[in-house]
């Protein structure tokens, strides 16, 4: 009877075996797997979302003494720029001189339609993810946005959202990304907002 029962033992454990390997792969995360919106809470919500709006990719164009910002290490900007005169560039030189509405990725020259630095009102290089929120919310800072227009410049535009697509190095190697995906961050900042956009403590 335990040798009939041997094959289907084996068959049953291999199977389970495989789907948990599946849903759990050796050596990887789950931080690029979809997010059921009904398991995420405002704070997860919040805390995925500053995932990317606190990563460098967002706050290099948040600077604090108004010099663009490159790169994981935040080094500022070659030629000695800074954006005194113009959130969009400098004296003789706008940010669009350079960068286009895509990337360049023969040159290595990173590109989105409007390219260029928030307002100093909206500086959070150097802030907490919860400093970064309260500013982002202040409508004496924002540009008098409600919570939908954050919404949809979060979600929807182009220089926003370049975050998940930087394009690449002059040398050729990929710029990093936020470390989830797009389709979680957006799902992130819906939540957020639909419950009130509530900071966390």
């Avoid at 919310?137 to 926003?160: A, F, I, Q």
């Amino acid at each position: 009877m335990i040798k009939k029962l041997k094959p289907v033992l084996l068959l049953l454990f291999s199977a389970i075996a495989l789907t948990l390997y599946a849903f759990y792969p050796l050596g990887k995360t789950n931080d690029y797997g979809p997010i059921p919106a009904e398991t995420m809470t405002n704070e997860a919500a919040f805390n995925t979302m500053m995932q990317v709006v606190a990563h460098p990719r967002c706050v290099n164009c948040h600077p604090s003494d108004g010099v663009p910002k490159r790169g994981m290490d935040a080094h500022p900007h070659p030629f000695g720029r800074d954006s005194a005169s113009s959130k969009l560039g400098f004296n003789t030189l706008l940010c669009a001189s350079c960068h286009t509405d895509t990337n360049d990725n023969y040159a290595g020259q990173p590109g989105a339609p409007h390219w260029g630095l928030a307002p100093p009102s909206m500086a959070w290089e150097g802030l907490s993810k919860t400093e970064i929120a309260r500013v982002m919310l202040d409508t004496s800072k924002n540009g008098n946005r409600t919570h939908e227009e954050l919404l949809e410049h979060l979600t929807e535009d182009e220089l926003v959202l370049w975050a998940f697509n930087p394009g690449l190095h002059p040398d050729g190697t990929a710029r990093e990304k936020p470390p989830i995906r797009e389709e979680n961050y957006k799902k992130a900042v819906k939540i957020w907002f639909e419950n009130g956009a509530v900071v966390p403590e």
